[in-house]
């Protein structure tokens, strides 16, 4: 059971021996950890029909495939990435770079308060680093995608439920896509039973869930 409700769990995650290219627009959801990666994975998962298959997203950080083969698997694919928050990487450049060159890619950047951010950081993965040096981490983020001409959001915006036709009308407008008539928001934090019976349905079902979520968070999962 463990395994089945692991962040890799192979019906939401992607595996490079699984992976098959799509059609469409390629999405990349960039942002440091624990600031509404999950949320805004989410987002789109449920409300774009383009994206709706199995496996769900890539993990782009736990990816391992070569450069070559990286960039033509990749149409059609929702990637989740922190890059570069541990550090670049020339192998990961190379294959950001064939995203470029070989998808129609588009980028979406979420931003959260950093000390919001860090204190959420810290506490999941046992840490303690400071505020000064995770500021430090943010500006190299920043700088880092800001050559990909992303969309940006704030992580308020993401959580604020009764602003989602705003929210989902700036992911149209980025994408180049229309989102469903029905309209899916995040469940509300407080709707904690909800959530987890959410979690446990996209697991077993993936994309056909009644409402997909991918967040990792059943418990302190040590998995960044």
């Known amino acids: 059971m463990k395994n089945f409700l692991s962040p890799t769990n192979r019906i939401v995650v992607a595996r490079p021996n699984t992976l098959r290219a799509r059609e469409g627009v390629c999405v990349v959801v960039a942002t440091l950890p624990r ?3 999950h949320l805004m994975i989410d ?21 391992d495939l070569s450069t070559q083969q990286f ?15 541990e550090g670049e990487n020339d192998t990961q450049n190379q294959r950001l770079e ?10 979406i950047c979420i931003h959260r308060k950093l000390e919001d951010s860090l204190k959420s950081y810290n506490e999941m993965f046992e840490l303690s680093q400071t505020l000064k040096e995770y500021a430090q981490v943010d500006q190299k983020f920043r700088e880092y995608w800001a050559s990909f001409d992303p969309l ?17 009308h700036k992911i149209e407008k980025h994408l180049g896509l229309a989102a469903i008539n029905k309209k899916l928001a995040p469940t509300p934090k407080r709707s ?21 979520n991918t967040g990792i968070r059943f418990s302190k999962v040590k998995d960044k």
């Open 35 to 37: 600031s509404g990666t």
């Open 152 to 168: 940006e959001i704030e992580f308020n915006e993401l959580i604020d439920i009764n602003s989602i036709d705003v929210l989902l």
């Open 71 to 85: 960039g033509g698997l990749m149409h059609g694919q929702l990637i989740k990435t922190h890059y570069p928050h």
């Open 192 to 212: 904690k039973a909800r959530i987890y019976m959410y979690k446990l349905l996209t697991r077993i079902f993936g994309f056909r869930s009644p409402i997909i």
């Open 43 to 63: 987002t789109v998962l449920n409300n774009f029909v383009e994206f709706q298959a199995n496996p769900l997203y890539v993990n782009f950080d736990k990816f």
């Open 98 to 107: 064939s995203l470029q060159e070989f998808t129609d890619l588009k980028v």
